[in-house]
């Protein structure tokens, strides 16, 4: 092991820290064992519902709120005998129905005495219970919370995380300049290593009591000299707890805010349409933690959540500076005078990236008041952001709407009820300048083997919401209409249809779409599974959309954009120990020119993990094949746990990763993983500081995990 980390070329400065951290924890805690509790077929259909919901993204997203849930129920699984719907929601996958359903069932018949009588509820399959059986247990003993110093310390866990990557070839932002090349572009070269850095501690008492620290060092930011003196670019930290009589749940230091559908207040990360088809209603979770590296999408300052009978009031207060680009400076102060946008890269690498970081303060504090009992609940939300220098946008009409100012108040209310088979929500919401927006919808279990889906929504043009992360088709919940209807056939036992269509329009103007526009888009999937072990599925998607139109005239006109995208997958085990997966998958892209870009994709995955060994390897090998960008494919890769990789497959090559997981002690995990992407025709890659001078790209990392 030692030797291999020599031969990866690390710096000895990093490696010291590893043994800063890792060693004296090794020599001195109480080793903590865990056995694997998700099975090979288990991690697959998991990884499988997070390709689903991440894979439409086209950004690199950090996923770790989403993940560490559920890898703490590994820990500590809700015990169905006597869950609340609020611990039934850590299960993701699982909807707010099949979740009531459950507690009318065990309120009817009494407590299970296996997992496995779940068959017996409505809008329960055999597939969904195996995927919920790693994180649930069935106990005839009520579960016991003495929220005491001595059994925190007694029973709680620690996680240590150590990460370190570093992309292998040289880029241009890293070549060697002299000083008088510097003074003459200051802006084009990066200030640090291409080695990225992350630490991450958690500790968990139960999912009740919980504290972390998160660092983050990204490629090309310095490190303990220059403008970061203290080390990492980024830091974060917390502690919660929850199930503390009146007081529900309390946060200090950087959390997360989820209310009602996310249209009037829901930090950090959120989801959009799937293949899934019917999930279109957001689970809110109130006040939770952050534990992402996001260095931007969060709140930090404190929160806390009361409750008596079927009343909750939370309350909440934020202060954090935020990178901006900086428009003008006060001429006598010499102080920044306004900022023209929100930057949320959380990039600091040259010195106008550095002179962007925390340009401006944000202050944010409110409330939201919540009824609820039984299947029914009523939420109201009102909050008011304040920036210590004020956001001045460009004069770009299709701009016209977007905030701009020092303050901004935002208010409105949420609903979710179920009636019979009908789970219905929506949720109004306005801010200070009279912007209003709203959307409602239902889901419903028409037949047991039918489940339909109706959302509808309405942003207006003039509704300005920073924090607002309701579904729709554009990046923001503004100058948008749209229907959206989706379905669930399980057509036979072993054969299920899922798929949307969503249309939608949008009223004013948008970046290169001069003109009022429309588009819709298609989604269906027809899965199979031929046995337990096998299972395949055939997907097409297609999408229609308006943008600007080149006429090379004075009079501008649009056109409509055309994508449309053919999907094989298949997954099977041919012994317990390996999982093989084969995709194919092709894209077609007319541009308003109706010029025609073809592309495909096909990959082999291979997972491996020999029975009674330390270790288990995930190796994939792709080809591609695109005629330009427009015509890229996205696909999911495994990665390091907490850490998460899709990009975008475009021109002509090949790409394959190999990442291998070995338990080296039972409470210390190291991840290696190794990826490499050739192009065929290509002498660079990338652009600007990125640029590769070569036709290959690669990048290691690797990551410790230690547990006690």
Do not use: C
Request: aromatic content about 16%; overall charge negative.
């Amino acid at each position: 092991m030692k030797q291999l980390l020599f031969n990866i070329a690390i710096p000895n400065f990093y490696l010291q820290i590893l043994f800063v951290f890792i060693v004296p924890i090794i020599s001195f805690s109480e080793a903590f064992g865990q056995d694997d509790k998700v099975s090979l077929k288990e991690r697959e259909d998991l990884i499988s519902r997070i390709e689903q919901i991440a894979e439409r993204s086209e950004q690199e997203l950090d996923y770790t709120d989403l993940l560490d849930g559920l890898y703490q129920l590994l820990e500590d699984p809700v015990n169905l005998n006597y869950a609340s719907i609020e611990e039934l929601k850590q299960l993701f996958f699982l909807s707010d129905l099949q979740a009531y359903k459950l507690i009318e069932y065990r309120n009817m018949y009494g407590l299970f005495v296996s997992i496995y009588e779940l068959q017996a509820i409505e809008g329960f399959d055999r597939l969904l219970i195996e995927l919920m059986e790693p994180f649930v247990s069935v106990s005839q003993d009520k579960p016991e919370f003495k929220a005491n110093f001595k059994n925190a310390l007694k029973y709680g866990r620690h996680d240590i995380f150590l990460r370190y990557s570093r992309v292998l070839e040289n880029q241009e932002g890293y070549k060697v300049l002299s000083d008088s090349a510097k003074l003459e572009n200051p802006n084009g070269y990066y200030l640090g290593s291409p080695d990225r850095l992350y630490l991450r501690y958690a500790y968990n008492y139960k999912n009740k009591v919980r504290a972390g620290l998160t660092a983050d060092k990204d490629a090309g930011e310095e490190f303990f000299k220059g403008s970061q003196p203290k080390g990492f670019d980024f830091y974060s930290a917390f502690a919660y707890a929850s199930d503390l009589g009146v007081i529900k749940e309390i946060v200090a230091g950087d959390y997360h805010i989820e209310f009602g559908q996310g249209l009037t207040l829901w930090t950090g990360l959120a989801f959009g349409k799937s293949s899934d088809g019917v999930s279109v209603i957001k689970k809110q979770r109130h006040i939770r933690p952050n534990t992402s590296s996001n260095e931007n999408l969060f709140l930090r300052g404190t929160a806390v959540t009361a409750g008596v009978g079927s009343f909750n009031l939370t309350g909440f207060f934020s202060s954090k500076f935020v990178d901006a680009n900086i428009g003008d400076y006060d001429t006598l102060s010499q102080e920044i005078a306004f900022v023209t946008s929100l930057q949320e890269t959380g990039y600091h690498r040259t010195n106008a990236e550095i002179a962007d970081k925390h340009a401006i303060k944000e202050t944010l504090y409110g409330g939201h008041l919540e009824y609820n009992r039984n299947s029914f609940r009523v939420g109201a939300t009102a909050y008011k952001s304040m920036f210590d220098r004020p956001l001045e946008g460009n004069d770009q009409l299709y701009q016209k709407f977007d905030f701009a100012g020092n303050e901004n108040l935002n208010y409105g209310m949420d609903y979710n009820f179920i009636v019979s088979r009908f789970n219905f929500f929506g949720e109004f919401s306005g801010s200070k300048n009279g912007g209003r927006a709203w959307l409602a919808g239902f889901q419903a279990a028409l037949h047991p083997q039918l489940s339909v889906s109706v959302y509808y929504r309405d942003f207006g043009e003039k509704y300005q919401n920073l924090y607002s992360n309701a579904i729709g088709e554009g990046s923001t919940n503004q100058n948008e209409k749209g229907l959206y209807t989706g379905m669930r056939f399980d057509l036979h036992k072993n054969w299920t249809f899922t798929g949307y269509v969503d249309f939608y329009n949008f009223p004013w103007m948008r970046y290169r779409v001069d003109f009022p526009s429309k588009g819709r888009e298609h989604l269906g999937q027809l899965e199979y599974r031929v046995s337990r072990d096998v299972a395949m599925y055939f997907r097409y998607r297609s999408e229609r959309k308006e943008t600007n139109l080149d006429t090379g005239e004075n009079l501008k006109k649009i056109g409509e954009t055309y994508k449309q995208s053919f999907r094989f997958n298949v997954s099977y085990s041919v012994i317990p120990s390996v999982i093989l997966k084969n995709r194919f998958e092709y894209l077609q892209f007319k541009n308003v020119d109706r010029q025609t870009s073809n592309g495909f994709l096909i990959y082999q995955d291979v997972m491996y993990r020999p029975e009674n060994k330390p270790y288990d390897l995930t190796l994939r090998y792709a080809l591609f094949n695109t005629d330009d960008y427009d015509a890229r494919i996205y696909a999911y890769e495994n990665d390091v746990l907490y850490a998460f990789s899709i990009p975008g497959y475009y021109y002509n090559g090949s790409r394959f990763y190999v990442l291998l997981k070995w338990e080296i002690l039972d409470n210390l995990d190291f991840w290696l993983r190794f990826s490499q992407t050739f192009y065929n025709h290509q002498t660079t890659i990338g652009s600007g500081l990125d640029e590769i001078d070569g036709n290959t790209r690669s990048e290691i990392k690797m990551q410790l995990r230690l547990r006690f």
